[in-house]
């Protein structure tokens, strides 16, 4: 009788664990997402995925990533600095006299440093670990005004490179020679021409041919096919009016979109989107109020594989 009652008893745990199994795989609830981040703008900063400050170093910053070694390449208007965790400098790069402004960094497979200066003579430059301009590539940006000249330029894995000139209405691909490639327009009438001031400020090439582009002042961001369509777009009607010129944006590897305001210096500066247009992660971290750029770290406690995508 009792070993009866035991395999009863034995069968209805058998089946509690087979339908809670069940439940917990077709349970829709998401779980929560968790991202560590770099932020670039007012403040400089890595924020964990707890919400805790990891490491700040000194404002004003504009671009820059967390390298493989675990060190921080920036970009200020000024100078472009690798910056150990001990906040020790161990590569420093000075913009020209003749320029205004630099606005890029982003460390090369070559072990080079990209850099952009903007100002009489706008240009994008390779920079070598010993501080020498071993590439100098006039840029086209159709303004004087040094400012919006240019932002994020990357190279691509063709070895051109990608720039985003925010006057000219246009993302432009330039060779190593300089030649201009090709140019993608922004001042699109399907997205309100050129009176919605789509100024493109972050440009991203994605593995399937499109780049995705951040349209400060547009409030929105785009996906141009290579033709130059648009194949997918968030605007402000998509997000409760949470873009306030958003600058920065990355392309994660699951499919989402991570976009940063820099208008936002207070409350939600940073949105994660899905395809589908759902917002799943937000940040609201006063050290990334007005953030200008940003790089996603970590989702989960899971590192973001590869070279970020932006």
């Known amino acids: 009788m ?22 917990s795989a077709d349970d829709p609830t998401p779980r929560p997402i968790h991202h560590s ?7 400089t900063a890595i924020i964990g995925e707890d919400g805790q400050t990891e490491w700040e170093y000194r404002g004003g910053s504009r671009d820059g990533f967390v390298l493989p070694t675990g060190n921080v390449l ?74 919006m000249q ?14 985003p000139h925010l006057l000219a209405f246009a993302v432009k691909e330039y060779s190593p020679e300089g030649r201009l490639v090709r ?7 399907e997205i309100g021409g050129r009176k919605a001031e789509n100024w493109p400020f972050t440009a991203i090439r994605l593995d399937n041919g499109n780049t995705v582009v951040s349209l400060t002042h547009g409030n929105k961001v785009v996906e141009l096919n290579p033709r130059g369509e648009i194949v997918w777009k968030v605007t402000n009607e998509d997000v409760r009016g949470l873009f306030q010129d958003p600058c920065g944006s990355q392309r994660l590897a699951n499919g989402n979109t991570v976009i940063g ?11 994660e989107v899905t395809p589908e247009l759902k917002i799943v992660w937000t940040s609201d971290h006063p050290l990334a109020a007005g953030v200008h750029h940003f790089q996603i770290l970590t989702t989960n406690g899971k590192p973001e594989p590869g070279m970020p995508m932006k």
């Open 2 to 23: 009792h070993t009866k009652i035991i395999q009863y008893a034995c069968v209805l745990v058998a089946i509690a664990w087979s339908v809670c199994a069940v439940r």
């Open 37 to 43: 981040y770099l932020v670039m703008g007012g403040k």
């Open 74 to 147: 920036i970009a200020f208007s000024d100078r472009v600095e690798e910056v150990t965790r001990d906040k020790q400098v161990i590569f420093s790069y000075k913009r020209s006299k003749q320029n205004g402004e630099l606005s890029t960094a982003q460390r090369l497979y070559n072990g080079n440093t990209l850099v952009t200066e903007l100002g009489s003579q706008p240009r994008l430059l390779e920079v070598s670990p010993q501080g020498n301009v071993v590439l100098d590539v006039p840029l086209q940006p159709e303004t004087d005004n040094v400012h």
């Open 150 to 163: 240019t932002r994020m330029a990357r190279q691509l894995r063709n070895g051109n490179y990608l720039v």
């Open 183 to 189: 140019a993608f327009k922004t001042d699109l009438e």
């Open 261 to 271: 305001s820099h208008g936002a210096s207070k409350g939600i500066s940073m949105i």
